[in-house]
């Protein structure tokens, strides 16, 4: 079950994206004609990487995890993103066995763009992990305080391939403290 904080981020970064769709404009972008850094707007696409599962006093588990990822651009600098996915391998060490049945966000994105064809960015907001564990405490849906870093190149068309750091989670297991980092590559749309 998500626990309420991270149904109400997600709530507020569905409504602020609903919000910025209906209130941008485009058109308007530097100079004469279109611009690639006028794209404002919707976008969607997708993720896959690991999770760097560490608790204290044992080594770091490792699970595959797949996301869509969708969120609205404000402008060449801000957009709100909201993410979804879940475990397509789990992982295991010595015996403990960790898979993430469903990993989640909302996140306020900041870019730089310092070209063209790239910009570094950050991200903070709300993540949260459900985690499937064969040792206590079996079963976690741990939620927190998000944040990140990555880049993203252009490419033709208004795709946009993305590299990203991400500490999704921390918590406390019978305990034992643990963290949750996500290391993933992607790609997205704009619609």
Do not use: C
Not at 92 to 101: I, K, M, T
Not at 126 to 150: I, K
Request: glycine content about 16%; cysteine-free.
């Amino acid at each position: 079950m998500i626990k309420p904080i991270a149904m109400s981020g997600l709530a507020l970064a569905a409504l602020l994206s609903t919000a910025a769709v209906a209130g941008s404009g485009y058109g308007d972008g530097y100079g004469y004609g279109s611009s690639e850094y006028e794209d404002r707007g919707f976008y969607i696409g997708g993720s896959a990487g690991e999770i760097f599962y560490k608790e204290q006093g044992l080594d770091t588990i490792v699970p595959s995890v797949a996301f869509l990822n969708m969120g609205v651009k404000f402008n060449p600098y801000l957009a709100v993103e909201g993410r979804v996915g879940g475990g397509i391998v789990d992982d295991e060490s010595r015996g403990y066995r960790v898979d993430v049945p469903l990993v989640y966000g909302g996140y306020l994105k900041g870019m730089l763009p310092v070209s063209p064809w790239f910009a570094p960015y950050a991200i903070a907001g709300v993540g949260g992990l459900q985690l499937h564990r064969n040792y206590p405490d079996f079963n976690a849906d741990d939620v927190a305080f998000s944040f990140g870093v990555g880049g993203e190149f252009l490419l033709y068309g208004g795709a946009r391939i993305h590299a990203e750091w991400a500490r999704i989670d921390h918590g406390n297991n019978e305990g034992y403290t643990y963290t949750a980092d996500q290391l993933s590559v992607g790609v997205s749309f704009r619609l």
